[in-house]
């Protein structure tokens, strides 16, 4: 049937970077990227990244230890800001996953061939940013291991269920459904790729383990049917998903009575905010793995153009997002809506808004010039700036809004503690060993996907007669 | 690193084709030929193959779909029962409980439409994966065509067979190696069990 | 690079010709039965020229974003439809004549345009330095300068391309279609709040402008949808349109169908679990005296049997089996209209003879209109240097 994966080709404008450097056939683009796992010689560059990482985790599990030690006083969190580094930290971490579901499922799903290389990085860094999104939630109950009664429906001798109004609770049911999915669809993906490395590898128990992981994959007609099947199932259920849990996460806020954070707009902002963060991690990953790594065949100039133009449009949708919240604050003619505007644009965190302003709205103009677009340089700098700026924004939303309670005797002021930044940097350290522990033990580009790229753009010419 | 297994007989004979339009093409003219249970197998997914052997079915769609439908009724069900149904007859921990929650309607279906939506999902996302490993008879510990080792090192990289299994009513060694030869493979070997 | 076999046989079929005639007919049957209306109801007539002028403006735009985008990402499906998307987005000129008369009836629509209120109104007070008469409709002015200008330059390079002009023209689609992009969000959500949502000048929702965008999207599709099915009855379109194109049009509509379905669900849910006085009464007043009814059927047939027959890609790629749903869905945008305007005017449930007269009369004169655009030139942008690509038939059937 025509319904199932007609991955047609798009038309590539005839003097554009392709997607895929001239000359490659099955066996290269199979051996280059497994060859990254199996036989490359691990480069400095890995150790540098992972140890980073690994020493950033260490911080992690001290600020745990330290938390759970003597509890949530260790935080900068307060009255009236009861809300501090840690729904920020969950929502920047979830919003950067957005990016990997968006590539894999959306992109597929209108046959977008530059998805072909990036998709399995970005699935994996979807992965572990739901990880250590995870985390903040799950300690700020501050006692996680008591926690489970009021979070999930089962029965317990409280006779106690779940609160179902509560966006808290639709946030329980988002994010854990994010990320299992997430981790079927990524899982998904492999198997092929799995079996290939489990025909490649040379050692006995890396055969075993990739074997035991391809579950006996053979790639015959009917296996690749079915799997195409629920690979495009998957992608249609993950694109809704997608969109439903930075939904769900806005409803955190917008659901509430709170000034600056009741508002209709939130939903399709926070996804958009989601998946401008997101490629600014995917780019501020991919640019220099690709560069070590030698991938410049694969993950192309063309790549890094289309990312940069997904991350203008949706920084354009963020920015939108703040120019309608300040026109309707002064529309609505609410005095509580204006105050917040006027407090977060003057008063004593004006620094934070200003700076977004900058990072998010600003800076990412640049983003018109194909030149910034496709060199890799000024791309990763305003990449890094992009991630810094959606940080700022989601400090800006819960702590200005928080830090003026309608009772000018409830003001306070909030600041997080050097805990808060030694949980904060540490969840970057776990997500940095498990990303950099993904690129030595699995391949970072899908492999049956490149073939089937090599196969469309030269078929016929792409299979090395034998030796 | 040779397989060596002790020969239990045979379990089919097997064909290498040059790319995925000679495989294809010969798949065709297998099933053309009378042949049914026939494998093909190939590094990528091809176009029409599985239903060039009549191997094309809808078992992942139909299970992925009542999968979808058991998770939207055990989410709607979940959140009507717990929020609004208290029967006295079920022990205490097993009753839903019907409060009055910041003024809003024991039947807050505005608000359960999320969590339900959350289960559709992830039923039927589950399910995808789940039906079509299932389904293929995965996992599987082991399978004869490994024991051929030009599959065993290129199946998965470069190379495209077609395999005739010997349970076949119309499979006969010597006809079928000579049929398949004659189909332009460059390679035909058999297939222990 | 084009020979002429290729431009040869991409006449716009004669079919238009007479579509176009039977809608000036219909569309002047309308207006007279209109403008009979605004002789025994002055208030209802500016009301329901309100529901149409938005949504007949709503297709034009639609048209005009989906033809920037497609310059934007390219596609086979957008080089099909470019035509259909050129023709509507240059009825804009027409429509912002369209938009006149609304300007001397704004009392009967707009209570920030009646004084008497104002002056007694703290909160219409406190905006009128922006809803007031002559801001407002130099507001309008503005938008359709702008979107008619881009339209205009659209559609020039459009006919240059046609006869073989410069190289280099698709660059310069994308380069405007970019910008036009934005300023295409930006003056919509300001033409949602100006139109739509200051009929009820007490509410505000920061979505609307996306409910706005996503309700024209919609209706484009729709409409797109409609014509291909009346275009493919004859050739070339015929054998041009393959399952691939449908699939890709059947898969935006499904897009949007669900993310109008998300955007009006979230202000719904917001509003609602909130229930705060500034913001709940624009649903009271939607959810009784029998306008809960039309929100059902909104529900209904707006959303859920669009989405249940949309998941099916057989359907998607099935002109015959597209084409009802797409009906449909057009006929439930004007509805939707309808829902986000008129409680405003009537208490209990009302469409009344003006608001169907309204709809056909300007629809009529629109789609004359259109079919004029349409007719002058081939059917398919025959010089683009991707229309080969396009129409290949890739084997996949």
């Not at chain 3, 989906?66 to 027409?94: D, F, N, Q, Y």
Request: hydrophobic share 50%.
């Amino acid at each position: 049937m025509a319904s199932e994966l007609t991955r047609q080709a798009v038309p590539t404008a005839p003097d554009e970077v392709p997607v895929l450097a001239p000359g490659q056939t099955f066996k290269s683009v199979t051996d280059t990227i497994s060859g990254i796992v199996l036989t490359l010689k691990t480069p400095l560059f890995w150790f540098a990244n992972f140890g980073i990482g690994f020493l950033l985790l260490q911080l992690f599990l001290l600020g745990v230890t330290m938390l759970l030690f003597k509890g949530t006083g260790v935080w900068g969190i307060n009255q009236p800001v009861g809300w501090g580094f840690a729904i920020i930290n969950f929502v920047w971490w979830i919003g950067i996953g957005h990016a990997g579901t968006l590539i894999s499922a959306i992109l597929f799903l209108f046959r977008q061939q530059w998805r072909m290389s990036i998709n399995r990085a970005a699935e994996a860094m979807t992965l572990f940013a739901v990880i250590c999104a995870l985390q903040f939630p799950l300690f700020h109950t501050g006692r996680p291991w008591l926690a489970a009664y009021w979070l999930l429906p089962y029965p317990n001798t409280m006779g106690m269920w779940p609160q179902f109004r509560s966006p808290l609770i639709w946030d329980v049911f988002a994010v854990s459904t994010y990320g299992t999915i997430s981790a079927v669809f990524w899982f998904t993906g492999l198997i092929p790729d799995l079996a290939t490395m489990r025909d490649k590898a040379q050692g006995r128990l890396a055969k075993t383990i990739y074997g035991v992981l391809a579950m006996g994959w053979r790639g015959s007609a009917a296996h690749w049917r079915r799997y195409e099947t629920a690979y495009m199932l998957l992608a249609g259920l993950s694109t809704p998903l997608v969109l439903s849990v930075h939904t769900v996460v806005s409803f955190d806020f917008a659901v509430s009575l709170i000034p600056g954070w009741h508002a209709t707009l939130f939903p399709p902002y926070f996804v958009a905010g989601a998946i401008y963060s997101g490629f600014a991690m995917v780019l501020t990953l991919l640019i220099p793995i690709r560069a070590v790594y030698n991938l410049k065949g694969l993950i192309t100039e063309r790549h890094l153009d289309a990312m940069a133009k997904v991350m203008l449009a949706t920084g354009w949708i963020v920015f939108y997002g703040y120019m309608m919240e300040a026109f309707v604050a002064w529309y609505s003619a609410s005095y509580y809506e204006g105050f917040v505007i006027w407090n977060r644009m003057t008063g004593p965190y004006w620094w934070a808004l200003w700076a977004l302003v900058f990072c998010n709205g600003v800076m990412p103009q640049t983003l018109w010039f194909k030149k910034v677009r496709t060199s890799p340089v000024p791309l990763f700098i305003v990449s890094i700036i992009v991630n810094v700026g959606m940080w700022l924004e989601r400090y800006v939303i819960v702590v200005t809004s928080l830090h003026r309670d309608y009772l000018p005797s409830s003001w306070g002021m909030y600041a997080g503690t050097v805990w808060d930044w030694a949980i904060y940097l540490g969840t970057i350290g776990l997500f940095l060993t498990l990303f950099y522990l993904f690129l030595r033990v699995l391949p970072m580009i899908s492999i049956f996907e490149m073939r089937e790229l090599v196969h469309k753009k030269s078929p016929g010419k792409h299979v090395e007669m034998m030796e | 690193m040779d397989v060596q297994t002790k020969s239990k007989g045979l379990h089919g004979v097997m064909a290498e084709f040059r790319g995925p339009e000679e495989l294809l093409d010969a798949a065709r003219k297998a099933y053309g030929a009378g042949y049914r249970t026939v494998e093909a197998y190939s590094p990528i997914p091809i176009h029409g193959l599985a239903e060039a052997i009549g191997q094309a079915d809808r078992k992942v769609q139909t299970a992925v779909l009542l999968a979808g439908m058991a998770g939207l009724g055990a989410g709607l069900s979940l959140c009507y029962y717990t929020s609004m149904i208290e029967l006295s007859w079920v022990p205490a921990m097993f009753s839903g409980y019907a409060h009055n929650i910041g003024g809003r309607p024991l039947n807050s279906w505005p608000a359960f439409i999320i969590p339900t939506f959350e289960t559709t999902i992830l039923f039927a996302g589950i399910t995808a994966l789940v039906s079509m490993l299932v389904f293929n008879g995965l996992p599987l510990p082991y399978h004869p065509v490994f024991n051929v080792a030009r599959f065993r090192e290129h199946a998965s990289t470069d190379a495209f067979f077609l395999c005739i299994e010997a349970t076949d009513p119309k499979f006969d060694a010597a006809e079928t190696r000579r049929f398949l030869t004659g189909l332009g493979a460059t390679e035909v070997s058999d297939v222990e069990a | 690079m084009t020979e002429p076999t290729v431009a040869r046989g991409f006449e716009v079929p004669a079919s238009v010709d007479r579509i176009r005639r039977q809608a000036a007919m219909v569309g002047v049957i309308g207006l007279v039965a209109l403008i009979g209306g605004a002789f025994v109801n002055r208030p209802q007539f500016f009301q329901s020229y309100l529901v149409a002028f938005i949504f007949w403006s709503g297709v034009s735009l639609g048209c005009l974003a989906l033809l920037m985008v497609h310059h934007l990402s390219g596609g086979a499906w957008g080089l099909v439809i470019r035509r259909i998307l050129e023709a509507a987005a240059k009825t804009l000129p027409l429509v912002a004549l369209l938009f006149v008369p609304l300007i001397f009836g704004l009392e009967h629509v707009y209570e920030w345009a009646q004084p008497e209120l104002v002056a007694k109104d703290p909160i219409l007070l406190h905006k009128a330095p922006f809803l007031n008469t002559p801001f407002w409709v130099a507001r309008t002015l503005i938008y359709f300068l702008l979107w008619s200008g881009m339209a205009f330059l659209l559609t020039k390079w459009s006919s240059q391309q046609d006869q073989g002009g410069a190289a280099g023209l698709d660059r310069r689609f994308a380069r405007l279609s970019g910008p036009g992009l934005v300023i295409y969000g930006l003056t919509v959500s300001l033409a949602a709040i100006d139109w739509m949502m200051s009929v009820d000048p007490h509410w505000f929702s920061t979505i609307y402008g996306f409910v706005m965008v996503g309700g024209q999207g919609l209706s484009a599709l729709a409409f797109i949808i409609i014509v291909l099915f009346t275009l493919t009855k004859s050739e070339p379109m015929s054998s041009v349109v393959q399952s691939k194109h449908l699939h890709d049009l059947g898969k935006l509509l499904f897009a949007f169908v669900m993310l109008y379905a998300y955007f009006t669900f979230s202000q719904f849910l917001i509003i609602w679990s909130a229930n705060l006085p500034e913001e709940i009464p624009w649903y009271i007043r939607r959810l009784s005296n029998g306008w809960q009814f039309v929100m059902f059927a909104l529900v209904l047939l707006h959303f859920a049997l669009p989405f249940a027959m949309l998941l099916s890609a057989d359907i998607k790629q099935n002109l015959r089996l597209l084409m009802p749903i797409a009906l449909l869905l057009f006929v439930m945008r004007t509805v939707d209209v309808m829902f986000q305007v008129s409680p405003q005017f009537h208490e209990g449930i009302y469409i009344g003879w003006i608001d169907v007269a309204a709809l056909v009369g300007v629809g009529g004169v629109w789609v004359a209109a259109f079919c004029h655009y349409l007719r002058g030139r081939p059917i398919l942008p025959v010089n683009d240097p991707y229309l080969k690509e396009a129409l290949a038939n890739h084997g996949s059937h």
